[in-house]
């Protein structure tokens, strides 16, 4: 059976944030207090993509040209791409046109795994919520993740539509294939970054809904796949299903700086003949940043019980990082 942890955050890198502008004292502490809607970790407001380049097209949270692996619009109107421009309007949406879908980017974030974690963060009087993942955890490493482009790859023929490719886990080599549209980010196929012995290369039918835009508090989306192909050499067939919802929102703190965010919590169940596999995933969606951190919890197999909201057991933790 195909062995793989749930592609989500990374289904959207964040968007280019230039360094912060230096004071001697702080501007702000969330992202609230900035227009662009994210505080650094100094203490200064991040400044909003500009049009005329401004922007720091090569810094490792978002490179101009492209995306990895959440969204990348085939299907949007021209300038609808979340990219350079994109100010965050604060009102609690993230439409399509704040969210970078695009092929091309690269983000660095730190990464750590099978670790303990206080995932649940803390309830404000206002109905919103605090996290802070800066925190260093046992085993941080910084991994770039890219987004790239699907064309000339190995399997490049097998999903015409797709938008780019992306490492689905920082534990295994295996590529998510992404198809972005004007209202969602959908994951079409799973395969190896070459076709050398054992190959993988599964097709989702339908394809399985990763994100869904707009999103606010209260939105949900759902999915089932067959998925079919060859794994690890093998004949594969078994299905997928997909259940999120924008459950939370508040401020989040990771290791680049805070941000206002949306919380969308997935189940993934995937069934294969008589065994049932169970994943959660927290990701955290910022307006025209796209996803700054996810949280996978542990796969637990039926009947056991299905990981909560809070769950603590994390079995990889991605936070953007500097």
């Known amino acids: 059976m195909l062995q793989r942890t749930i592609i989500l955050s990374l289904a959207v890198l964040p968007l280019a944030l230039a360094g912060a502008c230096s004071s001697a004292s702080p501007q702000c502490?969330?992202?609230?207090?900035?227009?662009?809607?994210?505080?650094?970790?100094?203490?200064?407001?991040?400044?909003?993509?500009?049009?005329?380049?401004?922007?720091?097209a090569g810094h490792p949270a978002y490179e101009a040209g492209a995306e990895a692996s959440v969204e990348a619009a085939t299907e949007a109107a021209p300038g609808d791409d979340g990219g350079a421009g994109c100010v965050p309007d604060h009102d609690g949406v993230v439409t399509r046109a704040e969210l970078p879908m695009l092929a091309g980017l690269h983000a660095s974030f730190l990464i750590a795994e099978n670790v303990t974690m206080t995932t649940g963060g803390v309830a404000q009087p206002d109905g919103s919520v605090d996290w802070d993942f800066s925190a260093a955890l046992s085993g941080d490493h910084t991994v770039v993740i890219t987004t790239d482009d699907p064309s000339g790859q190995w399997f490049a023929s097998k999903y015409p539509g797709a938008t780019y490719t992306s490492k689905l886990s920082d534990t295994q080599t295996l590529l998510g294939v992404y198809q972005a549209t004007a209202s969602a980010l959908d994951l079409v196929g799973v395969v190896t970054p070459t076709?050398?012995?054992?190959?993988?290369?599964?097709?989702?039918?339908?394809?399985?809904?990763?994100?869904?835009?707009?999103?606010?508090?209260?939105?949900?989306?759902?999915?089932?796949?067959?998925?079919?192909?060859?794994?690890?050499?093998?004949?594969?067939?078994?299905?997928e299903k997909y259940v999120s919802s924008v459950d939370a929102h508040g401020s989040l703190k990771v290791p680049y700086g805070t941000f206002d965010v949306l919380r969308v919590q997935t189940t993934l169940t995937r069934t294969d003949g008589a065994i049932i596999e169970t994943t959660q995933t927290m990701t955290f969606v910022a307006e025209c940043f796209g996803p700054v951190a996810r949280l996978t919890s542990k796969t637990t197999t039926y009947p056991q019980a299905v990981p909560g909201d809070a769950f603590t057991q994390v079995a990889e933790a991605w936070r953007l990082s500097p």
């Open 29 to 56: 502490h969330v992202g609230a207090d900035c227009a662009s809607g994210a505080c650094g970790s100094n203490g200064q407001c991040l400044p909003a993509t500009e049009a005329d380049g401004g922007a720091d």
């Open 195 to 239: 076709n050398g012995a054992p190959v993988t290369e599964v097709s989702y039918s339908p394809s399985a809904e990763i994100l869904a835009v707009p999103m606010q508090m209260g939105s949900t989306w759902t999915s089932t796949s067959q998925v079919t192909g060859t794994a690890d050499g093998i004949a594969a067939i078994y299905s």
